[in-house]
């Protein structure tokens, strides 16, 4: 395997125990400050050519959210890492019993193409933070970033510990038939399925950050305008391609004539009246996905937009109306800036749509009652949940992100991705004397032995408890 010696130097070491102590965690976290402060004009520049990011959202999305990861942990580290004290029983007052938080060892973690930076830079702050070596794999298909991340990462941390791999398919196979001790992977479902096979060979834990459809629930009493903003800002950011993006409104038929103009107003205030021009806004990735979303223009009617440029790969903001179910829209996950509207009769209606189909990342619900609002949260089931905005969520680090069933497993962002990069070890530290306290669990067994043995162990209940 053209892997299994980097995976070797780098278990090498791990098992040396270099990564363990904090100072080295946070030499290690500084240095990627730095070279998100160096890198910063290359990092703009390379997200640019590969999908005609605009700077704004660049430095937003792939900067900024990043040092604020970053800042989080270093704030936090010394805390996160020390051993967490727990309850003990009657007969093990004297004793000490605690969580460690162990790195797992060497991981990997794939990044997807569509926030090429921070995708693969929030995990590794988390499995630095956690005392782990670690090899990234970035997208073959934002080239422009892989290289510059191929190229200039390796000049920042220690490469015994850290290493950088490209590729496409069949590099990541490869790389995926050696043992790791963990495995980060953010893309598709398909894809995660593919990643989970190969780590169930080594009984390798996952955290898999997939996609899907997020539903988005517009109730006929809300601020029109206010929501036409917000949505058509999480549809078109980054031209759509958000793995939290609204995938799809859920109306009646009359907000449905109530958005139109307003989403009208909103996409022509950001970016005018020729979106095509504006600096503003984005470009898809490739020509397969160009083509993939091309198609899906033939669900519903286009009421919004609808333009296209191939040899740019340039689709305008669109909003499709009237499409249906069985459109084909409504059959995969999006991924640009195309936004269908499904008309439903009520709030019930668009719950048991939601509820028929695969758990997504994220579900939207906007309302002036929050009673609404609270309706879709707690008769739904969903990776994340934000009432009236869209991909704000993602912005907290002090909330979990993370899918459900079809859209993914596990959970990252600030004391999360530590978490995830630690395994959590269950410690007792007994004292070597007092050998009395131990003879009513050693044979031969007596009744009396058991019942001074269920009165040190029993737990009773307190009583009930409210929810307020």
Not at 2 to 31: D, M, N
Not at 75 to 95: A, G, T
Not at 377 to 389: A, I, K, P
Request: charged share 20%.
């Amino acid at each position: 395997n053209p892997y299994a010696g980097l995976v070797s130097h780098l278990r090498a070491s791990w098992l040396s125990g270099k990564t363990r102590p904090v100072e080295y965690r946070i030499a290690q976290l500084e240095a990627l400050g730095r070279f998100l402060d160096d890198k910063k004009q290359e990092i703009l520049e390379a997200t640019e050519l590969d999908m005609g990011k605009p700077s704004f959202e660049a430095f937003f999305s792939e900067i900024l959210l990043c040092k604020n990861e970053l800042n989080i942990t270093l704030n936090n580290l010394c805390n996160w890492m020390k051993d967490e004290y727990v309850d003990k029983n009657l007969v093990m007052q004297l004793d000490s019993a605690f969580i460690r938080k162990d790195p797992y060892g060497v991981v990997l973690i794939i990044a997807p193409w569509n926030y090429p930076i921070h995708l693969f830079l929030v995990p590794l702050i988390g499995a630095i933070a956690a005392g782990n070596c670690a090899i990234i794999k970035p997208s073959e298909i934002s080239k422009n970033t892989e290289r510059l991340v191929a190229e200039t990462l390796s000049c920042y941390l220690d490469n015994d510990c850290f290493a950088v791999v490209t590729g496409g398919v069949p590099e990541t196979t490869r790389l995926l038939e050696n043992k790791f001790d963990y495995i980060f992977f953010t893309g598709s479902p398909s894809v995660g399925r593919i990643v989970m096979t190969a780590a169930a060979k080594h009984l390798t834990p996952v955290t898999l950050e997939l996609g899907g459809k997020n539903p988005c629930y517009v109730s006929d009493t809300c601020d029109v305008t206010n929501v036409a903003r917000r949505v058509a800002w999480g549809r078109f950011f980054n031209a759509g391609q958000t793995c939290i993006a609204p995938d799809y409104l859920l109306c009646t038929v009359e907000m449905q004539d109530k958005l139109m103009p307003a989403l009208r107003e909103a996409i022509t205030e950001f970016f005018g009246p020729n979106p095509q021009e504006s600096p503003d806004f984005g470009r898809i990735v490739s020509d397969k996905q160009f083509r993939r979303l091309r198609a899906l223009l033939s669900s519903g009617r286009v009421a919004l937009g609808g333009q296209t440029d191939e040899a740019e790969r340039y689709i305008a903001p669109t909003v499709l109306a009237d499409v249906l179910p069985s459109d084909p829209a409504m059959q995969e996950e999006i991924f640009g800036p195309i936004l269908p509207i499904v008309v439903i009769a009520n709030m019930d209606e668009a719950i048991d749509f939601i509820n028929a189909r695969p758990r997504p990342l994220a579900i939207y619900a906007f309302s002036c009652d929050s009673k609404v609002v609270n309706q879709v949260l707690e008769r739904t089931s969903s990776g994340g949940f934000c009432g009236n905005d869209t991909l704000m969520h993602v912005t907290l680090t002090s909330l979990p992100f993370g899918g459900i069933g079809n859209s993914g497993l596990g959970k990252y962002h600030g004391k999360f991705t530590f978490d995830t990069f630690s395994h959590h070890r269950g410690c007792l530290h007994r004292n070597m004397g007092l050998e009395t306290l131990n003879t009513p669990r050693y044979p031969p067994y007596t009744q009396q032995k058991l019942s001074l043995l269920t009165t040190t162990f029993e737990v009773k209940r307190r009583g009930t408890c409210t929810l307020l």
